[in-house]
């Protein structure tokens, strides 16, 4: 039940890009995203809303495709803050996140 | 504005023993929960609350139970520790539902049961 999130690990160099996938087994009514750096607690990104409705604090972009029941997260030119352990959290009515994928950004 | 803050921040319990998790909220908002992370599992749910005075099971909610007499307090407490409750523990909130609000998470308690 478990959203699957992949890939598992990414390490990229500064500038780069990269996409993070989250799939769900249950229809969704949103997808959350939040970004954890070691020690550290769980920070907010952005929230995708059916219909195509989207509420974020960074220039992340994002994209929710209900039918498919399935979210991306695309890191583009990525910076050193970006590395930490990225979750995305479907919902159904509550919250339920995935495992994490963890970011290495390199100088 | 502290936001969310826990209490304690650290703790080491020996099995059998009990404790309780403090934690509050400053932002005025209604639903709070209690998750526990381990090692490649990700945020799992414990138990949430929908209001004060109310509070529902989640994921996990075995071994644990909750209150919320305030508003802005959310209480975790472990009545008879056990070593698989060694975890880091985060509390959050949310002005409403979690379907389009986002949570603010604490610190976290990182809690070793040996």
């Known amino acids: 039940q478990q959203p699957v999130q992949s890939p598992q690990a990414v390490i990229l160099r500064e500038g780069e890009d990269a996409v993070i996938n989250c799939s769900s087994s249950?229809?969704?009514?949103?997808v959350h995203w939040y970004r954890q750096k070691h020690g550290e607690a769980p920070v907010f990104l952005m929230i995708l809303l059916k219909g195509g409705e989207q509420k974020g604090h960074e220039k992340i972009s994002a994209s929710f495709n209900e039918k498919k029941q399935q979210s991306s997260l695309y890191l583009t030119a990525s910076q050193l803050s970006y590395s930490g352990t990225y979750f995305c959290g479907p919902s159904w009515g509550k919250l339920q996140f995935g495992a994490g994928t963890q970011v290495v950004v390199t100088p | 504005n502290a936001g969310v803050t826990q209490t304690p921040k650290f703790r080491v319990l020996k099995t059998g023993q009990s404790m309780t998790l403090l934690c509050a909220q400053d932002?005025?908002?209604?639903?709070m929960y209690w998750y526990r992370q381990d090692p490649g599992m990700g945020l799992r749910l414990i138990h949430y609350?929908?209001?004060?005075?109310?509070?529902a099971k989640g994921e996990v909610p075995d071994g644990y139970n909750v209150s919320r007499l305030k508003k802005q307090n959310f209480l975790l407490g472990l009545e008879s520790a056990a070593p698989s409750q060694t975890s880091v523990y985060f509390c959050?909130?949310?002005?409403?539902?979690?379907?389009?609000?986002?949570?603010?998470f604490g610190p976290g308690t990182r809690l070793t049961v040996t």
């Open positions: 959050a909130s949310s002005y409403s539902g979690g379907v389009s609000y986002e949570q603010y």
């Open positions: 249950k229809a969704l009514y949103s």
């Open positions: 932002m005025n908002h209604e639903y």
């Open positions: 609350s929908v209001g004060e005075g109310t509070t």
